[in-house]
Each structure stands twice: as C-alpha cells, then as structure tokens.
C-alpha cells in the first residue's frame, strides 16, 4: 500500500515540490510523486499526460492517491468525475490537500455515497469553471495587449508599401491627381506622403513588423 502524490505543473510559479511541502505540511506521508511539467488541465485529460498514463498503471487496490485539489487531475467536469470514480472502481482511495476531502469507492452506506457523489460533481463543476474564467481571463489579458500595441503603432496608414513607393517614384514625373489615379489613393494621401516621406515609411514600419 502506497500513497502518491499527483503533481501537474502548467505555470513557471508552480513546482511539484511545492505541492508536495504542502501535503506533507497536512500531514500526508508521501511515497513518490508523479508529476506532468508544462500540461494544461484544459486541453489534455490525465489518462492522456505522460504521467498521467504511468498513474494509471503504477496505482493499486489499497493505494492512496493525494492531490493539492481536484483542479490537478484536470478542468472538464467529465474528466474530473470520471477519473476520480474510475480510480474508486479499482479501490484507490483520493484525497485531496486543501479542505481534506477524501473520495473512497469502499462506501456502501447510501447517504454517504450520495454525499460523496454530490461532493465529486460540485468540486469538478468548480475545477471547470476556474479553468474557464483563466481561460477568458487569458482571451482578455491577450486582447489587452494587443490593444495596446495597436495604440502605440498609432493609426493604420492607409496605402500599402507598393502604394507608397509609386508615390515616390513618379512624383518626379507626374503631378499629385495623376498620381492619385494610378494608386487608387486619394490627393490628400498622396499629398502627405509627399511633405512628409519619413513619416510615412515610418507608419508602415510599425504595421508591418
């Protein structure tokens, strides 16, 4: 009989030694810990991790499997329920570090099943919608800064590079109006790239990088 503490580490501010000073901090003596490095909960469900998988194989009837919270084991409410009764079914026991919950399939007492079942469904309904509200927490973060850049390159220029260089090259040749004719562009364009051609190659610049 063992007891492995399941470690999934998707941020640069998580460790799997840290978790593991925190359940051993709860009183948890741990055998080993299985850990998955850089995993989103969100995207890959544990029986698809690298040590997920190993988890799966190395775990006995008997066995106690510790995690820091049900969010470790992954962010889909189907995933979460069906791994945690999947583990119940081979007799391991899951407890989890924070609020010591403990999930044990050897319950045969109807009220407590139907607390125990009840506890598994909100808890994996919690996990999921933490990982929504990161994920659109992240979508926003993303639009943020991209919002932000767009205000530092300022307004998009309204020629393209191969416009611009037209400009250029027949201003020596051609007035503004025939000029305007032949980019598509209008007088007042092809009026201030001509005063100010730096400024103008210096707009693209920040666009097309």
């Given at each position: 009989?063992?007891?492995?503490?399941?470690?999934?580490?998707?941020?640069?501010?998580?460790?799997?030694?840290?978790?593991?000073?925190?359940?051993?901090?709860?009183?948890?003596?741990?055998?080993?810990?299985?850990?998955?490095?850089?995993?989103?909960?969100?995207?890959?469900?544990?029986?698809e991790r690298p040590q997920?998988?190993?988890?799966?194989?190395?775990?006995?009837?008997?066995?106690?499997?510790?995690?820091?919270?049900?969010?470790?084991?992954?962010?889909?409410?189907?995933?979460?329920?069906?791994?945690?009764?999947?583990?119940?079914?081979?007799?391991?026991?899951?407890?989890?570090?924070i609020n010591n919950m403990?999930?044990?399939?050897?319950?045969?007492?109807?009220?407590?099943?139907?607390?125990?079942?009840?506890?598994?469904?909100?808890?994996?309904?919690?996990?999921?919608?933490?990982?929504?509200?990161?994920?659109?927490?992240?979508?926003?973060?993303?639009?943020?800064?991209?919002?932000?850049?767009d205000a530092y390159r300022?307004?998009?220029?309204?020629?393209?590079?191969?416009?611009?260089?037209?400009?250029?090259?027949?201003?020596?040749?051609?007035?503004?109006?025939?000029?305007?004719?032949?980019?598509?562009?209008?007088?007042?364009?092809?009026?201030?790239?001509?005063?100010?051609?730096?400024?103008?190659?210096?707009?693209?610049?920040?666009?097309?990088?």
């Amino acid at each position: 009989m063992q007891t492995i503490l399941y470690a999934r580490v998707s941020t640069a501010d998580q460790t799997s030694a840290h978790q593991r000073t925190q359940a051993e901090a709860a009183g948890f003596k741990i055998d080993a810990v299985i850990a998955d490095d850089g995993v989103s909960g969100v995207s890959t469900i544990l029986a698809e991790r690298p040590q997920g998988k190993r988890l799966f194989d190395m775990l006995r009837r008997g066995d106690v499997l510790v995690v820091r919270w049900v969010d470790r084991l992954g962010r889909s409410y189907a995933d979460v329920t069906e791994t945690i009764r999947e583990f119940m079914r081979r007799g391991v026991i899951v407890r989890t570090v924070i609020n010591n919950m403990t999930f044990d399939g050897a319950t045969t007492d109807p009220v407590q099943m139907a607390v125990r079942d009840a506890l598994i469904g909100f808890m994996a309904a919690t996990a999921q919608a933490q990982g929504e509200a990161t994920r659109e927490a992240q979508k926003a973060g993303i639009a943020h800064a991209r919002d932000r850049a767009d205000a530092y390159r300022g307004r998009r220029p309204s020629f393209t590079r191969e416009q611009f260089q037209t400009v250029r090259d027949r201003s020596e040749l051609v007035g503004v109006s025939e000029i305007a004719r032949e980019t598509g562009l209008s007088r007042q364009t092809v009026y201030r790239i001509l005063q100010s051609p730096a400024d103008a190659e210096a707009a693209l610049g920040r666009w097309e990088a």
